[in-house]
């Protein structure tokens, strides 16, 4: 069929795929906070904003013409629910990261959802191969429930970092909170450290 490459998340290569803490589930759970936004295809944008050269937009039809790449990948929910074995399509962050001129400055993302969700992420983290802007979930286009048009997929930390209804990536030189870490959810949220929450104050 396709040329398109499949990488493999390296947690999939692990002996034994479940995280301390968690369960394994068969069928995939939805779950966010408010409502699932209306996004006319026509009308979807993703700006990549911050610390670049110069601020860009794209259109769908124009993120779609990008070179696809497929990912390999478990889920972890922090609500202790994993599902295994998720083939994700769409495109990798590295492909975006190569359409603007980054400062030497940034080094973190915020990514900003319709709806007002947010997430952010150390810049090493947001651009490891496995992580893509995804379309597509075990061959099927992404439901608007579980984030279509275009969803994060962050396969090596818990999934709320995976933010649905994606619309800005903005490069920043300083870590802000995103939605979930600002009450309380960890910065980073490795699963298999159980980085679920931080005490704060
Ligand atoms: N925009 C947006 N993205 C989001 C969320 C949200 O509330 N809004 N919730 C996060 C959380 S906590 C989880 S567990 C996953 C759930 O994704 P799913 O509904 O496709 O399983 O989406 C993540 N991305
Ligand atoms: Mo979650």
Redesign the pocket.
């Given at each position: 069929m396709s040329a398109i490459p499949t990488i493999i998340s390296p947690d999939v290569k692990r002996e034994n795929r479940t995280p301390p803490g968690q369960r394994l589930v068969d069928s995939?759970?939805?779950?966010?906070?408010?409502n699932v936004p209306a996004i006319q295809a026509s009308e979807w944008r993703l700006i990549i904003s911050g610390l670049v050269e110069a601020e860009r937009q794209l259109t769908l039809e124009e993120f779609q013409s990008l070179p696809q790449a497929t990912v390999l990948a478990d889920?972890h929910?922090?609500?202790t629910w994993s599902r295994l074995e998720n083939l994700w399509e769409g495109v990798q962050t590295s492909t975006i990261r190569d359409l603007v001129e980054l400062l030497p400055e940034a080094r973190f993302v915020m990514i900003r959802?319709?709806?007002g969700?947010s997430?952010n992420l150390a810049l090493d983290d947001f651009l490891q191969d496995d992580v893509l802007f995804a379309t597509k979930h075990d061959g099927e286009l992404l439901s608007p429930?579980?984030?279509g048009p275009v969803?994060l997929v962050v396969p090596r930390l818990y999934?709320?970092k995976?933010?649905?209804?994606v619309t800005q990536i903005e490069f920043t030189d300083q870590d802000q909170p995103g939605?979930?870490e600002s009450y309380g959810y960890h910065n980073r949220g490795d699963p298999w450290k159980e980085e679920r929450y931080q005490s704060r104050g």
């Open positions: 995939w759970p939805i779950l966010h906070n408010g889920i929910c922090v609500t959802s319709y709806g969700y997430t429930a579980h984030g969803r999934f709320w995976s933010a649905k209804w939605f979930w």
